[in-house]
RNA sequence: CGGGGCGUAGCUCAGCUUGGUAGAGCGCUGCGUUCGGGACGCAGAGGUCACAGGUUCAAAUCCUGCCGCCCCGACCA
């Protein structure tokens, strides 16, 4: 059969060919990064941006209606305070960049560019916390942080990347246990309902851990090549930093002790996710909540004709004003231009609107959650009904989207029956695989050796069994996967 | 950081083996005809061949170094 003369989609390669390829293909066509002339940096761009901010308005205004507030902490961190928490040195110091001089002027201390924050936030807390009715402290920041990485993707990992980063204190325990949890649940949410991402949530291995936490919790979505992405971590940090940088209160039997805290955080990675989880052999395609740009309206403009323009813009006064992110598209261009290009953006609906909807009083709505020919992706809806239309159109792309993805992760998601099978499926790369685990870090370390997989995250064991990677007694369940 | 690959126009790439004044398609600009899925005609713009040395009468091409990007691995909360 002879090849159209036009390829349905130019600029990208099939997303099923090379995921890699196409997801930055994707990101730079898209127009959401570009390199920049820095070494795994990127430069975030205005759709970029704008999708970034729909994330952070997802997750603030969570933030806030738990009760915690933004502040602003330093982006530099003196040597000596960086060196005060053994384990959480050792395991940042590959990664942490230097200032070494101030002007020409050799610095008699270095200073460290925050690859995260506990470090220089534990003293400020030392200082502010007297008594345990200064607690809890609920503190988050959104910054920048650097680290030094080998190897760097737009999003997944790039050297500097935006974050926010909550840290908390807390009088006890089973507190700081509480809001750990909570904001892991924030996370999830986030994913699932806003990104229309499912993940799995739990705790990491011991081998995955924080440096310098007790516990660390995460939120971990499937790519479609099989590998895993942590989306969001939550950590309980015990009285480790509280011991390192003396954060006491007095407790209210008068006793002095180190309070609790925690960190969590949830970057940009989570845009990687979005992108790589939605996206098609067209571009992205943006679930509603997500979408800077909810619909797009395209005018489908004869010679000499305006009143399809001003109809156009009629229509974009009415859905502007029932508070939906709309723009219409006034360029230049043809219509097949248009459509291809705001699909590449994976804009989730787009209006058609020319002299035969006109005619009739009529635009039709196009939906880029659905392949091209798919039954109920295109729709004509009457003028005055487009606004109430849109809005229920929006939720159904959003519910379709999370049920494909879930669909996906559903699917991939594989409880090995034997030892054989667990070892042959890593290595296929067949997904999340779960099974009954040990829990021992010989046995992840001998597993990441023969599969390059390893634990992404712990749930409780339900009743007893043998772990399928060793042979020992199990005493949770764990889904193994290669990860981002 | 180890192994491999690649750097030539905004993008995809040819030219390099065998040294001799820089190419194509797409995109871009202007004008016109068009406009319900990536149009067409005419006219144009655009390159220190990543960078630095070397060999040579002469280097995109050969040699050395270096930087960057991509893939695999290591590393990576």
Same mark, same amino acid.
């Given at each position: 059969?002879?090849?159209?003369?036009?390829?349905?989609? @130019?600029?990208?390669?099939? @997303?099923g060919a090379d995921l890699s390829e196409w997801y930055q293909a994707v990101c730079y066509k898209a127009e959401l990064v570009s390199l920049a002339p820095v070494r795994g940096c990127v430069v975030l761009r205005p759709y970029g941006f704008a999708l970034w901010e729909r994330l952070v308005a997802a997750l603030d205004e969570r933030f806030k209606a738990t009760g915690h507030e933004n502040a602003y902490f330093p982006l530099l961190i003196p040597e000596h305070l960086l060196l005060k928490e053994q384990e959480h040195v050792e395991g940042f110091s590959p990664e942490v960049a230097w200032v070494t001089h101030g002007g020409n002027e050799r610095l008699s201390e270095r200073l460290a560019i925050r690859?995260?924050?506990?470090?220089?936030?534990?003293?400020?807390?030392?200082?502010?916390?007297?008594?345990?009715?200064?607690?809890?402290?609920?503190?988050?920041?959104?910054?920048?942080?650097?680290?030094?990485?080998?190897?760097?993707?737009?999003?997944?990992?790039?050297?500097?990347?935006?974050?926010?980063?909550?840290?908390?204190?807390?009088?006890?325990?089973?507190?700081?246990?509480?809001?750990?949890?909570?904001?892991? /649940?924030?996370?999830?949410?986030?994913?699932?309902?806003?990104?229309?991402?499912?993940?799995?949530?739990?705790?990491?291995?011991?081998?995955?851990?924080?440096?310098?936490?007790?516990?660390?919790?995460?939120?971990?979505?499937?790519?479609? +090549?099989?590998?895993?992405?942590?989306?969001?971590?939550?950590?309980?940090?015990?009285?480790?930093?509280?011991?390192?940088?003396?954060?006491?209160?007095?407790?209210?039997?008068?006793?002095?002790?180190?309070?609790?805290?925690?960190?969590?955080?949830?970057?940009?990675?989570?845009?990687?996710?979005?992108?790589?989880?939605?996206?098609? +052999?067209?571009?992205?395609?943006?679930?509603? =909540?997500?979408?800077?740009?909810?619909?797009?309206?395209?005018?489908?403009? @004869?010679?000499?004709? /305006?009143?399809?323009?001003?109809?156009?813009?009629?229509?974009?006064?009415?859905?502007?004003?029932?508070?939906?992110?709309?723009?219409? /598209?006034?360029?230049?261009?043809?219509?097949?231009? =248009?459509?291809?290009?705001?699909?590449?953006?994976?804009?989730?609906?787009?209006?058609?609107?020319?002299?035969?909807?006109?005619?009739?009083?009529?635009?039709?709505?196009?939906?880029?959650?659905?392949? =091209?020919?798919?039954?109920?992706? @295109?729709?004509?809806?009457?003028?005055?009904?487009?606004?109430?239309?849109?809005?229920?159109?929006?939720?159904?792309?959003?519910?379709?989207?999370?049920?494909?993805?879930?669909?996906?992760?559903?699917?991939?998601?594989?409880?090995?029956? +034997?030892?054989?099978?667990?070892?042959?499926?890593?290595?296929?790369?067949?997904?999340?695989?779960?099974?009954?685990?040990?829990?021992?870090?010989?046995?992840?370390?001998?597993?990441?050796?023969?599969?390059?997989?390893?634990?992404?995250?712990?749930?409780?064991? +339900?009743?007893?069994?043998?772990?399928?990677?060793?042979?020992?007694?199990?005493?949770?369940?764990?889904?193994?996967?290669?990860?981002?």
């Amino acid at each position: 059969m002879a090849q159209p003369k036009t390829p349905l989609v @130019k600029e990208i390669p099939p @997303k099923g060919a090379d995921l890699s390829e196409w997801y930055q293909a994707v990101c730079y066509k898209a127009e959401l990064v570009s390199l920049a002339p820095v070494r795994g940096c990127v430069v975030l761009r205005p759709y970029g941006f704008a999708l970034w901010e729909r994330l952070v308005a997802a997750l603030d205004e969570r933030f806030k209606a738990t009760g915690h507030e933004n502040a602003y902490f330093p982006l530099l961190i003196p040597e000596h305070l960086l060196l005060k928490e053994q384990e959480h040195v050792e395991g940042f110091s590959p990664e942490v960049a230097w200032v070494t001089h101030g002007g020409n002027e050799r610095l008699s201390e270095r200073l460290a560019i925050r690859p995260t924050s506990e470090v220089i936030i534990g003293p400020m807390y030392a200082d502010w916390i007297r008594s345990y009715r200064d607690l809890p402290i609920l503190i988050n920041q959104w910054v920048n942080v650097v680290r030094w990485e080998k190897r760097t993707r737009p999003f997944l990992r790039t050297t500097e990347f935006l974050w926010q980063e909550g840290h908390t204190a807390h009088a006890s325990e089973p507190e700081a246990r509480e809001e750990v949890v909570r904001m892991l /649940d924030i996370y999830r949410e986030v994913a699932q309902d806003i990104a229309a991402v499912p993940v799995y949530t739990g705790e990491k291995s011991s081998s995955e851990r924080f440096a310098g936490a007790t516990h660390t919790f995460s939120i971990e979505a499937l790519m479609p +090549d099989g590998r895993a992405l942590q989306s969001g971590t939550s950590h309980e940090l015990g009285q480790n930093f509280a011991r390192a940088y003396d954060i006491k209160f007095a407790a209210e039997d008068q006793s002095l002790q180190y309070v609790w805290t925690t960190s969590w955080g949830m970057s940009w990675r989570m845009l990687g996710a979005l992108i790589m989880v939605h996206g098609d +052999d067209r571009g992205l395609r943006m679930p509603p =909540k997500m979408a800077p740009i909810e619909a797009v309206v395209v005018p489908i403009v @004869k010679a000499g004709d /305006d009143r399809v323009i001003h109809a156009a813009r009629d229509l974009l006064a009415q859905l502007k004003g029932s508070g939906l992110r709309v723009r219409l /598209d006034e360029r230049d261009l043809r219509p097949g231009n =248009k459509f291809a290009d705001w699909e590449m953006r994976g804009v989730p609906i787009r209006v058609e609107l020319g002299a035969n909807d006109i005619a009739a009083g009529v635009a039709t709505l196009v939906r880029r959650d659905k392949a =091209k020919g798919e039954a109920g992706g @295109k729709v004509t809806v009457a003028l005055a009904d487009v606004a109430s239309r849109m809005t229920a159109l929006l939720e159904e792309i959003q519910t379709n989207m999370f049920a494909q993805a879930s669909e996906f992760l559903r699917t991939h998601t594989i409880a090995a029956g +034997d030892t054989a099978e667990f070892f042959h499926l890593l290595r296929e790369r067949a997904g999340m695989i779960d099974i009954p685990w040990c829990g021992r870090a010989q046995c992840e370390a001998f597993v990441k050796v023969e599969t390059s997989a390893t634990t992404r995250n712990l749930r409780p064991l +339900d009743g007893a069994a043998t772990c399928l990677a060793c042979g020992e007694p199990a005493t949770v369940r764990a889904y193994f996967a290669q990860s981002y």
